[in-house]
């Protein structure tokens, strides 16, 4: 199974500023099949990107992925309030299992 | 509005059963994959099993294989998940997921979550 590794575990940043997350495979990701999610307490996880770089519908243009083979990157430009959350990366380009990274808590400084 | 509602979750002891249901509505249920996702307390998410739109198809994790089994009735829009000889490592939060939009066969991400059932297992 391919593993992700998500750092920072813990990032603390001012709304305003600029995230940069990351998520690194074990082997290389097939296709950029590679997925960010946002998950807050109690509620259901909200997928931003998928294929790597794509936004999901309603998803704010300040949320961007990029990233091919192993190295993946979520940026988050101009920091709001309701951003500060959990994010994890999924990559679906193998057969099941599908293998999530252990996530990044992105809390205000 | 695509909405996905779990339930069923609970206290269980180990050894014993429990019925896990996500009622789904806002899409055509019948076209899509589902899958079950758990989150342990203060872990990561584990991908747990999923099922084709047409029932055909059907995977499951390791960790589950043998103890668990996914179903849905797609008359009642309505995806299951049973579970028996049910672990302390099975305690959890469930989510039931859809698969997205964009996904092409088992190469799947998902688009839309419930908000989770709890299930512990414990004596």
């Known amino acids: 199974d391919i593993m992700l590794t998500q750092s920072p575990d813990t990032l603390s940043l001012s709304p305003g500023e600029r995230a940069t997350l990351s998520c690194r495979a074990s082997?290389?990701?097939?296709?950029?099949?590679l997925a960010w999610y946002q998950h807050k307490p109690g509620q259901a996880p909200r997928l931003l990107i998928y294929a790597a770089s794509s936004r999901a519908t309603g998803i704010p243009d300040r949320f961007s992925g990029s990233g091919s083979g192993t190295d993946f990157t979520l940026t988050i430009t101009r920091l709001e309030p309701e951003d500060f959350a959990v994010y994890y990366c999924?990559?679906?380009?193998?057969?099941?299992?599908?293998?999530f990274g252990q996530g990044t808590k992105l809390e205000i400084k | 509005e695509v909405q996905l509602l779990e339930s069923g979750g609970g206290l269980v002891q180990p050894g014993g059963s429990l019925r896990l249901s996500c009622a789904a509505s806002g899409f055509t249920f019948s076209d899509y994959a589902m899958s079950w996702v758990r989150q342990a307390p203060g872990k990561g998410m584990e991908w747990v099993s999923g099922m084709s739109g047409d029932t055909k198809t059907i995977r499951y994790a390791d960790s589950v294989k043998g103890r668990f089994t996914i179903s849905r009735d797609n008359s009642k829009n309505t995806l299951f998940l049973q579970m028996n000889s049910l672990r302390a490592e099975d305690t959890a939060v469930y989510y039931c997921a859809k698969k997205g939009a964009y996904s092409s066969g088992w190469s799947m991400y998902f688009d839309y979550w419930g908000q989770g059932t709890m299930v512990t297992v414990s004596s």
């Open positions: 082997q290389s990701v097939t296709s950029s099949y």
């Open positions: 999924q990559q679906y380009g193998t057969s099941p299992p599908f293998t």
